[in-house]
């Protein structure tokens, strides 16, 4: 199985990344939520890169809680 | 922070999939525990990213297996634009072929029914700009890099009339000495992946049209060498890669040297590997040719004899660990089980550790010496013979 480094962000880059939208970047090879129930399939097929990046947009907790 | 580098690299290097888990999804990938992910309580949430990193010789040319797609965790202390940037750029994969010598030149011109990509080069390492047009492209053209010093650059900068470095050309493939076709065509454009796929594309293949993966043979070694095998064993391909992979290591390494057509354990590796490869770096070096490898394995193992297993102890480096290896004789005729097990207890045995098997007043006397050193003391308690 496969598993995912995770790296803290600063609270500055959650917060920023949360207001950015993902969606409708498609011409920038940016897909949002697609393929999530087989994504690691999408993944193997690829010849390309992939940065698989999963967050949550409401998330707007900092570092004091 | 990731939009704005994505933005900037823009399309081409990287595919992203952006999964939010503020939505409800239907169905989660199990593959990468997706729906545990975003289960997790929400003030513990840190986004989570990864990059996966296709493989550039898809097939294990000694195994006949695929080879997986390799994750590639972010390493630096910051996260900054600059770093991500390096980390992704860094990443991009890499199907040209390099031609250093006439041999390359040659194998790679063997393959008649694809059109050929020619990037002339000054700088010493492929661009990524070139990587990815090789991986927009993959099986649809080959690509080859021509560095400015390698000693087929003269040659082929002389057969193209190329002048510039860096220059990008399609070699005309499918022009005949008779006809008036153009014999190669030369990029003029700016170099920018846009105006290069524009360039290339119609001499690509069509998607269904798309060859088999084929690459010279001083790519399949110098690739395969950076790639891991699925269940973790590295793959050398000469003696010298002992020294960045085992020797340089103060982890314990496992060693398998065979022939190329008499790889019998290999299963056995393949355990091991499963079994210790998160504290040992288990390695199987492949010999294709013995007799030209012979004065290598001599002098490096004192004897050329194959197949065999070597432990390398950790705590060492260098010349220090080779000294400290030994062969770990497996008797001829067993099966992978018995040879399983007979290579375990050696590991077992040889593996340099700080555990002391100890009675409780020991282990308080231990305890407190620690304390005062400054030392963590762990306690592992077990019953009868089920030790560690």
């Known amino acids: ?37 087989n994504v690691f399939d999408v993944i193997e097929s690829s010849d390309k890169l992939v940065l698989l990046y999963i967050f949550h947009s409401e998330n707007t907790v900092d570092e004091k809680g | 922070m990731f939009l704005k580098v994505l933005e900037e690299i823009k399309a081409g290097y990287v595919t992203t999939y952006a999964i939010d888990c503020a939505v409800e999804h239907p169905v989660y990938d ?34 006949g297996k695929e080879m997986p797609v390799e994750p590639i965790y972010y390493a630096s202390n910051a996260i900054t634009d600059p770093d991500v940037k390096k980390w992704i750029m860094d990443n991009v994969p890499d199907y040209s072929q390099r031609l250093s010598t006439s041999e390359d030149a040659e194998q ?40 400015l010093e390698s000693a087929v650059s003269k040659n082929l900068a002389s057969e193209f009339g190329v002048v510039d470095w860096p220059t990008l050309l399609v070699k005309n493939q499918f022009a005949t000495p008779d006809d008036s076709s153009e014999k190669h065509y030369i990029f003029t454009g700016k170099m920018k992946l846009p105006e290069m796929i524009e360039f290339v594309e119609p ?29 973790g064993y590295t793959m050398l391909t000469t003696v010298n890669d002992l020294e960045d992979q085992i020797l340089s290591d103060y982890f314990a390494g496992l060693l398998y040297v065979a022939q190329k ?80 097990s007979t290579i375990a207890d050696e590991i077992e045995s040889g593996y340099q ?36």
């Open chain 1, 1 to 37: 199985m496969a598993s995912l480094g995770q790296i803290a962000v600063p609270v500055s880059a959650i917060s920023d990344e949360a207001k950015a939208s993902f969606a409708d970047k498609e011409h920038l090879d940016i897909y949002l939520n697609k393929n999530v129930a």
């Open chain 2, 30 to 63: 199990p593959k990468v525990n997706l729906k545990q992910i975003c289960d997790r309580e929400r003030e513990k949430w840190q986004p989570v990213f990864t990059l996966y990193k296709p493989p550039e010789v898809r097939t294990n040319p000694y195994t």
């Open chain 2, 108 to 147: 790679f011109e063997e393959e008649r029914d694809i059109q050929k990509v020619y990037l002339f080069s000054a700088k010493q390492k492929v661009p990524p700009i070139y990587k990815a047009l090789s991986a927009h492209f993959r099986n649809r053209l080959r690509f080859a890099f021509v560095n």
């Open chain 2, 203 to 231: 001499f690509a293949l069509a998607e269904n049209e798309k060859k088999e993966e084929r690459v010279i043979k001083s790519k399949t070694q110098t690739t395969v060498n950076r790639q891991t095998d699925a269940s």
């Open chain 2, 261 to 340: 057509d008499q790889l019998t354990h290999l299963e056995v590796l393949e355990q091991l590997s499963e079994e210790y490869g998160d504290y040992i770096n288990v390695a199987l070096l492949v010999v294709e040719d013995v007799e030209e490898m012979s004065a290598d394995l001599k002098r490096e193992f004192k004897s050329a004899k194959l197949p065999q297993f070597r432990f390398y102890p950790n705590l060492k480096t260098g010349k220090d660990k080779r000294a400290a290896s030994f062969e770990i004789i497996v008797p001829k005729g067993v099966g992978n089980a018995a040879a399983f």
């Open chain 2, 353 to 388: 550790t700080d555990v002391k098997d100890v009675s409780d007043k020991v282990y308080y006397s231990v305890g407190a010496q620690n304390a005062r050193d400054g030392k963590v003391t762990v306690l592992y308690m077990y019953e009868g013979g089920s030790k560690i």
